[in-house]
């Protein structure tokens, strides 16, 4: 039984309203910028003030008063209506396409790789080791390490002459194919524990008799797998799968440290283009059309991940 | 706990499996050792020491990085920096989440269910922040907050608030409902149940759930170079600094790194019974 | 500190023996009229004693200008011992000393430098006071007013003393803009060519290299084809004895964004420029038609070269695509590559033990040229019996622009011009560490009608052999008759991205030469289009001085 009462009101209402100022309102702006342009000038003028005392009166130097230099500065800004021109420019660049499909190949190397492999650790996992819990706490440490730091790290693990995977003879971050490759690597580095974490989880709550019943029934290993786990783990196949769609999206840090986009575009996903459009070159309102156009995508991500989302709230 | 019962004894394949997590293991751990090793580097043992760099082995190690990085007053303000304004980010989330998160497990809400409002807090935490980091520029620059502490406070209890709320949500929802009631019978208010008895219970979650929230704001980057100049600089963008005109320097770079990377990773390990709930945005218990 | 402190104590005793003259930490005010700049340990402890007036009147024993004042000036992060902003951090306690103010050095990473720049200028928020810029960034800054014309305090009298005659007028034009002055003088960038003159006047190598090709090989190449054949020559070879592995011909830094296009640049000048006595349509263009703003960039000069640069790229180690300076740098100091060519930072750090292991073999010489370039008058090739040199101010010749905004100019104006005086800027010139580039008279030989001398380089750690053909081949690279125009426009970091980007995906395969090129110009066509074609039609016609 829940209890009601208008409290509840106040209890909900201070981080509602923090969200709606600092989410809301922003995407709000960012899609006014986007039918806008918004152009600024700023009109400057010198002028030398007195230095005023504690008590607001003119400060003295040689009999006269002390000036400083002030710099005014007013701002006029012309807004002009665009329309749906920043968006008609989105489709038809070829710097988003590459984008996207930078992004695409990424989520499709990084994504399944991680599931599987940390699949893969939890069976690993869920057997008798000796030391689990201290290993187990080992493979923690990759989703805490600061994503950018790890990106550099990588730079030098990768370099192709002296770096400590040298030795394979594979030009890691010097053909395109391959640093894409290598940027995924770092991802899955990072983020198969987690995956792993959830579903040693998931598997250490599956229960006991299961097993039993199936190895009453006279279940190979392989059945045991395919019929009576994998079954039992989907749900958290599939809301891990969704938690890694829409984190996968957000790559930025570590081809910004480790590639830099490079070489040529081939590492450079779509939330590195925006960043740069919107904050290097101060395209804003094209900036925000091309955030709008990932937050569509993500819309979907979202819809779908709170459909499954709503059984667990239920 | 949970091996299959027909596994138990079989001692030759658990010794493998061992040997096998004990490699993965080391795999996971590798880099994070790599940079600790290239921190100790001279710069012309940088691209030249063979094999997995062991010191003392490899090469002669030296400390002359460290003393040269960790003692610039850059290093140290954005040490500064950075835990400020993890603390300050942690602190406003778990002020403006833990009541939200009280309400949505203990009362019952009509028009908008309990879980859509739980969903609707989730569904900030997916929304991509490169969305959001122009105009949020451009909103700190109104306000004159561009490179000040405030902004990247505000800027990161938004984008953490919504693990608070879930993690928090399940922690009174397994909290016994009767000593709360117990104390309404006796005359208190509900805002008394909740910050006597609700909140001192849990406080344990209360504080792993700050530790976890500092441990993502400390590693954002993408706000912190886009609305830090001068005074606010961050580890991560300190970090990025290290690239010059020339190119990385991978001895500064190795120092650097550590001392980005250790602070949140001792956070993981003292946190990590809420890590996964946290993570799954508490689809998975844990 | 410690020495701070020594000095301090040294420094009081001093001003008790002086009487009339004034010893301070860091400036000695002596009774003859002169001044005495000291410097630390990283300049060896150099003593630079110049004419009091030359550090200009408002300066003197006794005198503290600017007492209270505080600026802020933002350079690439490099720190206290890198390039560029070594010398802020070596010259601010002087500058603190005689003035009374404070420096505030704000370090910006190289990729986010010319953002904040640009952000604190567009908002006006007036953070910095000047930036150490790139001139590749002038377009952004002069024509929208955000710059601080410096003419009249360089008239004044009143702060340290130095002049543009100085300079070649190829780059005394990127301090100015339509005859005004902004930059304060500081660094020279240009590209010239070093190699490893023993291993190209090794007898066996030189035999062998004449049954290979067919002709004796050049020391220095004197074009860009010679070159080719030398690198593939050497590339795979064990010639240099300082490790047991193959070495390679040419190494490039040719990493995405940072810097890379600029080999393409210096290389494709002599492919590209047509030469004649002024800027017309077809003479002296590099960039875009000054008539309507076409891109020029996918000419047929323009392939040619990049696909001779895939092709030298071949000679060096495939993982240089991935490779910033440093790296290339540190490959050709160990002595792994036969040619760099580079800026003056790796002349000076041949010389850095530390650093180098060829000090003493490290030539230099001015970039070869093409045997042949695209006429864009006639759209067909000239072929050359002679090559022609063509010069390049490629790079940033990073130096000090004040904003518009400060509200200090005269105070952060003196402060750039202290690194700006001769003697001070002779010396700079001379260490690699700092990363400022010679590129000015008094850093030329007296053999190449300069005023410096060749013991001072040696002074200063050089090697003889290395100091002559270095200085010798900057003096002939910005005074060379034809020379590459620089690209200062609205935009031009944009556009420059932009060819980054293409030419990094030309390196790497992911596109033919034409295919990169072409998708330039594509782009640098939204870009104009979005910036305004007519206004950047005006601005690129005063940066490269044509007339209709």
Known sequence: ?314 | MAEPAARRGASLADGLASLAAVLVAFVFLFPIYWAFSQSLRNPLDTFTVAGFGIPWVNFTPTLANWIDQVGTPETLRSLANSTIVASGAAALALLLGTPAAYAVARFRFARWKNRDITIWFLSQRVLPPVATVVPFYLVMRALGLLDTHLALILVNATFVLPFVVVILRQTFLDLPLELEEAALVDGASHWGAFWRIALPLAAPTLAATGLIVFAFTWNEFLFAVALSSRNAITVPVHIAGAVDTRGVQFWFMGVRAMTAIVPPVLIALLAQRYIVRGLTLGAVKG | MHTRTMLLVGSAALALLAGTARAGQYVDWNADGTATLKLGPEYDNARITVPQSMLGSAFGPGKQPFKGVTISVTVNGAGPKGGISGPLYSFRPIWEEISGGKVNIVELPFAEHYTKMMLDLRNGTGQYDAFMVGAFWYGDIVPAGYGYQIDDLMKSGKYPQWSYDVMPPSLKTLHQWEGKSYGVLNDADGQVLYYRKSALENPEHRAAFKAQFGYDLPSPPATWQQLLDISKYFNGKNWDKNDAEPDSGTVLHLKVGEQGHYHFQSLSASFVINPGDKVTRTQNVYWFDPADMKPLINSPGHVKALEFLQELHKTGPAAQVGWSLGEAWDYFLRGKAVFVFSWGDVGALCQDKARSKIPGDCAAAMLPSSNEYWDFAKQSWVKLDKPRPVGNTTGGSWHGVISNYSANPEATYSFLSLMAIPPVSKLMAMYGWDGVDPGFSYQFLEEDGGTARLDEYVKAGWDPNDAKTYTKAYKALFYAPTTLTYLRIPGTFEYWDILDKNLSAAMSGAKNAKQALDDTAAAWQGVTNRIGRDKQLADYRAAIGYKE
């Open chain 1, 1 to 314: 039984m829940r209890w009601t009462g208008r409290i509840r009101f106040l209890f909900l209402a201070p981080a509602v309203l923090w969200v709606l100022a600092f989410t809301v309102f922003p995407l709000g702006y960012s899609l006014y910028l986007a039918f806008f342009k918004v152009e600024q000038k700023v009109e400057i003028k010198r002028v030398q003030q007195p230095v005023l005392d504690d008590q607001g009166r003119p400060l003295l130097e040689d009999g006269q008063p002390k000036l400083r230099n002030v710099v005014l500065r007013e701002t006029v800004t012309t807004t002009t209506f665009i329309g749906l021109d920043n968006f008609r420019r989105l489709l038809a660049d070829p710097q988003v396409a590459d984008a996207v499909r930078v992004t695409l190949v990424f989520l499709l190397l990084a994504v399944p790789a991680e599931i599987g492999l940390g699949f893969l650790l939890a069976l690993l996992f869920n057997r008798r080791i000796m030391g689990r819990s201290v290993l187990r706490a080992a493979m923690i440490l990759p989703i805490f390490a600061t994503p950018l730091a790890v990106g550099y790290v990588f730079f030098t693990i990768f370099y192709e002459v002296g770096g400590p995977l040298a030795w394979t003879g594979i030009p890691w971050l010097s053909n395109p194919t391959w640093a894409l490759v290598s940027v995924a690597l770092v991802d899955i580095w990072q983020w198969t524990p987690f995956c792993f974490l959830v579903i040693l989880a998931a598997l250490q709550a599956v229960p006991d008799d299961l097993y039993e019943a199936a190895r009453i029934d006279g279940a190979s290993n392989w059945d045991l797998l395919t019929k009576v786990l994998v079954p039992l783990l989907t749900p958290t196949f599939v809301i891990v799968l969704l938690i890694r769609l829409a984190e996968a999206l957000k790559l930025f840090d570590i081809p910004f440290a480790m590639t830099g986009g490079g070489p040529g575009t081939a590492t450079q996903p779509y939330s590195m283009l925006a960043f740069r459009t919107g904050l290097r070159f101060f395209d804003l309102g094209y900036a925000s059309a091309m955030a709008y156009g990932l937050l569509a995508v993500v819309m979907v991500v979202i819809t779908l991940f709170f459909r499954r989302m709503r059984e667990s709230y239920g």
